[in-house]
């Protein structure tokens, strides 16, 4: 399921996401869930998910923990 919202982002910040979504074709949206799941590691979720049975919302949670883990570290 797709939500709509709101967001604040520098200026050039959003031309070189209009520039990169012009240059793939692509629609804004698209990059900027594309950059969310990239730093979120979604993919990785995704993957772990299905690979170990776990359910969405117990991949989530490890998910979760792990990047709090994470940006701690930094």
Sequence with gaps: ???KTTIYVEDA???ALKI???RTGQHD???VEEALRSYLGM???EKA???FGLG???AMSL???EVHRSRKAK
Aim: glycine letters at 4%; zero cysteines.
């Design 43 to 45: 993919e990785l979720l």
């Design 63 to 65: 998910a979760y923990e």
């Design 1 to 3: 399921m797709k939500r």
């Design 56 to 58: 969405e919302k117990q």
């Design 49 to 51: 998910g299905s690979k």
């Design 20 to 22: 990169a979504a012009a």
């Design 13 to 15: 910040l959003l031309r």
């Design 29 to 31: 949206y698209q990059l």
